[in-house]
């Protein structure tokens, strides 16, 4: 069973940085891609990265790149999304999800889902 745990999140002032990490076990991930979505309260939930386990190749949203990287350490099984430059609007509970096959921004087309963690933005 796949299990996914996010930490890192936490409270930051606009301009800082936090790195979120996603904790992966359960399976052999090289099939596997594993993305970062948000929900803001009131909003839907929205894309913000993935990485395709095997080869890692990477997407980003339009509202994050340049400012989001997303990373995934082998040996560890966890995937990491680095966020700098933040902003009031990057306010969300953070999820990490896990999909078979390639890279959807489609959160529907995920199976697996973590608990999520808040990422708190101040002006």
């Known amino acids: 069973q796949v299990q996914l745990v996010e930490s890192g999140g936490g409270l930051v002032q606009a301009g800082g940085s936090l790195r979120l990490s996603c904790a992966a076990s359960?399976?052999?991930?090289?099939?596997?891609?594993l993305g970062w979505f948000r929900q803001a309260p009131g909003k839907e939930r929205e894309f913000v990265a993935a990485?395709?386990?095997?080869?890692?190749?990477?997407y980003y949203a339009d509202s994050v790149k340049g400012r989001f990287t997303i990373s995934r350490d082998n040996a560890k099984n966890t995937v990491y999304l680095q966020m700098n430059s933040l902003k009031p609007e990057d306010t969300a509970v953070y999820y990490c999800?896990?999909?078979?096959?390639?890279?959807?921004?489609?959160?529907?087309?995920?199976?697996?889902w973590g608990q999520g963690t808040q990422v708190t933005v101040s002006s």
């Open positions: 990485i395709r386990w095997s080869g890692g190749s990477t």
């Open positions: 999800a896990a999909r078979t096959g390639y890279i959807s921004t489609y959160y529907g087309d995920y199976a697996y």
């Open positions: 359960g399976r052999t991930f090289s099939s596997y891609a």
